[in-house]
């Protein structure tokens, strides 16, 4: 978005470069990365800054109304309810389209919205590497308000709110099988937080154990990276401890976040940075355009269950007493904003926030960009495509 530092890195982009950077990122932590780190980052100006910082406060402003909980209570399947809930969220991540507006302008459009936390190691790190193999300005921060140290410091305080490192856990599902699993190692590597399967963890009245070679350890807090979705599918796991069980923790990111802070809430909040969408449940007649909608069910991680080419036969095969269960909500279109070699790139910019104890409202954290030339942001768009994937933005200072 800013055309003197798009020229000056494209200028010093090469393929060669591309892959020395590749494999300096694999060879950092011995672990090959198993998804797309795109070719560029993404530059933001000021003017854009400021469209998305607003638009993050309207949305955070519902979010922190006295009434949210009450709003969000439905949101929350009976059977996945977890006990001793926090006051708020702790993690709080706002995804935005690029588009451009009625007057040509670019803004944000909130696509995606979640009470849970993103990839705070990982984005960290590979920030620091773009500007090591091309030009980067050095004006320009992928943190807002911190410096490296800082987000380091205040990453490893928010995580272990003043436990030692060895009795918090990051707690996931068979964690080095993950896609986002340099994310865990890096996570370790700053705050001492190790990655635990949640398989693994031990249960003895209250009390939560997990082993490192040989000890068993007391859990007293978790850093939760389990998603519930991925969770009720594993039936083949043996568990001794359930998320849903009563036991004696802190909660580094309540699960039940997850749902209150979600594709739930967006059709309660109205902002020009919010497409039109509502409960599926809540039309009477259905749009004449339906090909200007996306399908999205509630209760779905990372894309799966959406139906981007609508038509009224695939909402005619939802019984109504599921309907209450999916988001119809209005397409948008990317604007390409990134010169690529091969074409012009979309991206997808996630702001990520804390939200610490006794504070007022969330602060924004960091940042990671997906870059796409596809018709949607995602893998399976973007096949045998370049200068897509995952990567961050850097802010003009």
């Not at 091309?134 to 004006?139: A, E, Q, T, Y």
């Not at 009390?207 to 039936?235: A, M, P, Q, S, W």
């Not at 979309?346 to 939200?355: D, N, P, Q, S, V």
Request: include cysteine.
């Amino acid at each position: 978005m800013i055309i003197s530092a798009r020229q000056a890195y494209n200028k010093s982009f090469s393929e060669e470069k591309y892959q020395t950077f590749l494999q300096h990122l694999n060879d950092s932590f011995h672990y090959t990365i198993p998804f797309r780190v795109a070719e560029s980052p993404v530059f933001v100006d000021h003017t854009f800054r400021k469209k998305i910082f607003q638009a993050s406060d309207e949305i955070i402003d519902f979010i922190i109304r006295p009434d949210f909980k009450k709003l969000t209570e439905a949101s929350i399947p009976a059977h996945l309810n977890v006990p001793n809930e926090t006051d708020h969220a702790l993690f709080l991540a706002l995804d935005y389209a690029v588009v451009k507006n009625d007057k040509g302008e670019l803004t944000p459009q909130l696509i995606e919205m979640q009470g849970f936390p993103s990839l705070f190691g990982w984005q960290h790190f590979v920030a620091q590497q773009y500007p090591i193999f091309f030009n980067v300005p050095m004006d320009y921060s992928n943190h807002f308000g911190f410096s490296n140290d800082e987000y380091v410091e205040k990453l490893k305080s928010i995580l272990l709110n003043g436990h030692h490192p060895e009795n918090v856990i990051l707690l996931e599902i068979e964690p080095m099988k993950q896609n986002t699993a340099i994310d865990f190692i890096i996570t370790k590597k700053l705050t001492g937080v190790a990655p635990v399967h949640i398989g693994d963890v031990e249960m003895e009245g209250r009390n939560l154990f997990y082993r490192r070679e040989g000890k068993r350890i007391l859990i007293k807090r978790i850093y939760n990276r389990v998603i519930f979705d991925e969770l009720v599918k594993r039936t083949d796991l043996k568990l001794q401890f359930n998320l849903t069980q009563d036991v004696d923790v802190e909660w580094a990111g309540h699960p039940n976040w997850f749902f209150r802070i979600s594709k739930f809430s967006m059709p309660f909040i109205k902002s020009q940075f919010i497409p039109e969408c509502r409960f599926l449940n809540e039309y009477q007649t259905l749009p004449s355009d339906l090909e200007n909608y996306v399908l999205k069910p509630l209760f779905s991680f990372s894309g799966s269950g959406v139906i981007f080419h609508l038509s009224e036969s695939d909402i005619n095969a939802i019984p109504s007493s599921e309907r209450h269960n999916y988001l119809l909500q209005r397409k948008v279109n990317y604007e390409p904003i990134i010169q690529a070699p091969d074409g012009q790139v979309k991206a997808e910019i996630r702001i990520l926030f804390i939200w610490e104890n006794g504070a007022s409202r969330p602060i924004p954290f960091t940042n990671l960009a997906r870059l796409s030339q596809g018709e949607m942001i995602g893998v399976k768009f973007n096949k045998n495509k370049t200068w897509v994937g995952g990567s961050v933005c850097y802010f003009e200072s």
